[in-house]
């Protein structure tokens, strides 16, 4: 049985629903520039996946998938946005729940770290656990090390072909490390749309809120 995810709520539940999936830093609460900003448009609901914040461990992709799918099933069809470890999620509810999403918004995305992004790995896995707790929303390096092996054992080219909602992947042009792969992606879902922001890092609804969050309320009205 699935646990319920803990989830920050803003906005008239009668509206579109929008969930924001956050990455593998902090938890539900780097979406408050976008649970103030987007909820006179939409539902905005915006959960700590598994492990961070006040949502229960441990971390796993298929506990943040299935957790987010729920989210997405109560609310369906709904918006998805994910960032960075946040779109892996996202991607796998798009592919693998068919009918619970709207449209879907690929921020920063990674399609395979454990090819892309090895030395980022190695280099986030001796992080100690003073640092941990003072950059995560994960309490502990233990709960850190489950978030980085999932991240790590998750491939999502496969899935991308599956994704048949219209989808924007999103990326700022200097994130160097996420670049290539959202071009990938881009590609690789059918119908999928790439914009890259000048300008902007990995970082972008929390760098750069004004900007991500009138591309995000655009592309969730149907703007071309």
Known sequence: MTRELFAQESGD???????????????????????????????????????????????TMERAVAGVARLAERHAPAHLCG?????MV????????????????????????????????????????????????????????????????TDLTAQLPQITVPTLVLCGKRDRECLPDARTMAA??????LLVIPHVGHLMPVTAPKAFNAIVGGFLSGAP
């Not at 960032?83 to 779109?87: A, C, F, P, V």
């Not at 690789?188 to 749309?193: E, L, S």
Request: charged letters at 15%.
């Open 13 to 59: 539940p009668s509206r579109p629903t929008l969930i924001l999936v956050h990455g593998s830093g902090q938890g539900a609460r780097m979406w408050r520039r976008q649970l103030a900003a987007l909820s006179h448009r939409f539902h905005v609901v915006a959960p700590d996946l598994p492990g961070f914040g006040r949502s229960s461990g441990p971390f």
């Open 83 to 87: 960032i960075s470890m946040g779109s």
């Open 188 to 193: 690789a879902i059918p119908g999928g749309r």
């Open 90 to 153: 996202a991607a796998r509810v798009a592919a693998e729940h068919p009918g619970v999403t709207a449209r879907l918004i690929l921020t920063g995305p990674v399609i395979a770290p454990a090819q892309s992004g090895p030395h980022l790995l190695r280099r986030y896995r001796r992080w100690p656990g003073w640092l941990v707790r003072a950059i995560t929303d994960v309490p502990d390096r233990s709960g850190w090390l489950d978030v980085l092996s999932a991240v790590a054992t």
